[in-house]
Nanobody, 124 residues
Framework: QVRLVESGGGLVQAGGSLRLSCAAD????????MGWFRQAPGKEREFVAG????????DYADSVKARFTISRDNAKNTVYLQMNSLKPEDTAVYYC?????????????????WGQGTQVTVSS
């Protein structure tokens, strides 16, 4: 089992940047595919980005491709989401999640563990 804690959210103007962090408490962190999801009010939770166990492969939603970058540091048990050129439509609660699968999945149900979420608000 792994416990996940997100940080780094906040209020930023359109065009600005934020970096989210997700710290994992667990000795088997490197066994997990990691993902970032987001949920805006009244909308379903949606996939943002994912990264494989060793960090060699990544996947991004089309809406964030070329603006967001996911990375991980297994020595620090941490996964990051660098968000640049933020838009008001990026406003949401952002969650990190861990999956024991082999490949990155865009389906929330494939992830067994979730953090509590961190709010990102982008003003226009």
């Amino acid at each position: 089992q792994v416990r996940l804690v997100e940080s780094g959210g906040g209020l930023v103007q359109a065009g600005g940047s934020l970096r989210l962090s997700c710290a994992a408490d667990g000795r088997t962190y490197s066994n997990y595919v990691m993902g970032w999801f987001r949920q805006a009010p009244g909308k379903e939770r949606e996939f943002v980005a994912g990264i494989t166990k060793g960090g060699g492969r990544t996947d991004y939603a089309d809406s964030v491709k070329a603006r967001f970058t996911i990375s991980r540091d297994n020595a620090k048990n941490t996964v990051y989401l660098q968000m640049n050129s933020l838009k008001p439509e990026d406003t949401a609660v952002y969650y990190c999640a861990a999956s024991l699968g082999v490949m990155i999945s865009r389906i929330p149900g494939r992830y067994a563990y979730w953090g509590q979420g961190t709010q990102v608000t982008v003003s226009s």
